[in-house]
């Protein structure tokens, strides 16, 4: 009894200690944060530029997934080519872009808004419903009604800078970013015109 209370007592301690490694180091990700990534995201993720995506509130898995497939891991190419974020994660290991991503993920979004009313009702249409003609699904099915996205694999749009939303969806497109599962993102893109991905990356800013 005695020798399986100390075995009992032994793996509560090696499962707390275990538990304590895998904490996220929140400190050392906000001064990551304040150094390397403030030029351009600003320290709390809520980018002023619209070339740089806003990155508070932000799903942390969907962050992680970005972070680790703009670096090459054993000696192959980036999943996510970006010179700018390569050179940005080259010296991060997977614990310093888990704990970032946590860091980001609990900063309050300072949301970007829809500015476009000529084409509002367009993207709302194909948000909400796709674009039939075309096969092109409704963002809502994987995003969500109201842009909040899905852990992961599809992030959350609501507030995010119509143009970088826009640049994104070209960049599937063009074949500029390959890391879509299944190439879901990038057969989409292909079915639209430049005009229907402004219409429904402006609609997407303005969501809450």
Known sequence: MIKRSLLLSLLLVAGSLQA??????LAKAKQTAETVCAGCHTAD??????????????????????LREFKGWDGKAPVRENAVMGAMV?????????????????QKLQPDVAKNLDTINAGQQIWRAGIAAKGVPACAACHGPAGAGLPAQFPALAGQFAEYTDTQLKSFRDGGRAND?????RMIALKMTDK???AVADYAAGLR
Do not use: I, T
């Open 20 to 25: 304590q490694d895998q904490a996220p180091d």
């Open 181 to 185: 599962p299944n190439s879901m993102m």
């Open 90 to 106: 080259a010296a991060l290991d997977e614990a310093d872009m888990k704990a970032l991503a946590v860091y980001f993920s609990s």
């Open 196 to 198: 229907e991905m402004k």
């Open 45 to 66: 993720g809520n980018s002023q530029l619209p070339a740089y995506p806003k990155l508070a509130g932000q799903h942390s898995d969907y962050l992680f997934k970005q």
